[in-house]
C-alpha cells in the first residue's frame, strides 16, 4: 500500500484523514486525472469484435463507441422484438467488416436511414445514414466483447412499450438531443 503521505488511505473518500491537506487533495486530482487519461487511453486503444447470431457477419471497431442510449421508439422495438434497442455511434472510419458482407441485407426504415441485418439469421447490425456517412448506429447486443460502457440516457420514450417501465435514473428524453 502507498504510505508516502502520513495517514493517507488511497480507498478513502475525500482524502482528508490526517496530515498535510493540500498534498491529500493535490494527491487525488492527480489520481483523477490519471483515471481519465487511462480511460481515454483505453477508449483510443480499444478494440471491439461482434458477430451476427449464426456468426457469419463478423466486424471489429477500432474506435470509441460514443452516444450510448436506449431507443424506445417504435422501429427499434419491433426490429429488434425487444422493449427498447440499446446502441452507440461509431465513426465509420472505426469500424470494419472481418467477414459476411455479403450477407448483409439492407432496410429503409426512414427516408435516408438503413437498417442492416443478417439474411441468414436475421441479427440487427448497424445503421447507415445518408446524410450523416461519417457515422453508424451500432446495435450493442452483437457485440462479443465487454464494451465497459453503459447507456446514457433514454430516447423517444413517449413510443415505449406500455408493458415495459424504465427503472433506472437515466435521463429521458422524447428524441434524441441534440449536443
Request: hydrophobic share 35%.
Amino acid at each position: 500500500m502507498f504510505t508516502g503521505l502520513k495517514g493517507f488511505h488511497p480507498l478513502a473518500r475525500g482524502g482528508r484523514r490526517s496530515g498535510d491537506h493540500r498534498l491529500q487533495s493535490g494527491w487525488f486530482v492527480l489520481g483523477a486525472i490519471r483515471c481519465q487519461q487511462l480511460a481515454l487511453e483505453k477508449s483510443l486503444n480499444m478494440s471491439l469484435n461482434g458477430s451476427c447470431l449464426c456468426g457469419q457477419i463478423r466486424y471489429r471497431i477500432h474506435g470509441p463507441l460514443e452516444t450510448v442510449l436506449n431507443c424506445h421508439c417504435s422501429m427499434c422495438r419491433k426490429a429488434h422484438g425487444a422493449a427498447f434497442r440499446t446502441r452507440a455511434a461509431v465513426r465509420t472510419a472505426d469500424f470494419e467488416w472481418l467477414g459476411g458482407e455479403s450477407l448483409l441485407s439492407r432496410f429503409e426504415s426512414s427516408k435516408g436511414e438503413h437498417r442492416t441485418f443478417c439474411s441468414v439469421c436475421g441479427s440487427n447490425l448497424v445503421t447507415l445514414f445518408d446524410e450523416n456517412p461519417q457515422w453508424l448506429g451500432f446495435a450493442l447486443g452483437t457485440l462479443d466483447d465487454d464494451p465497459d460502457v453503459k447507456p446514457e440516457m433514454h430516447v423517444f420514450v413517449g413510443d415505449k412499450a406500455p408493458w415495459h417501465e424504465i427503472t433506472d435514473d437515466l435521463p429521458r428524453w422524447q428524441e434524441v438531443p441534440d449536443y
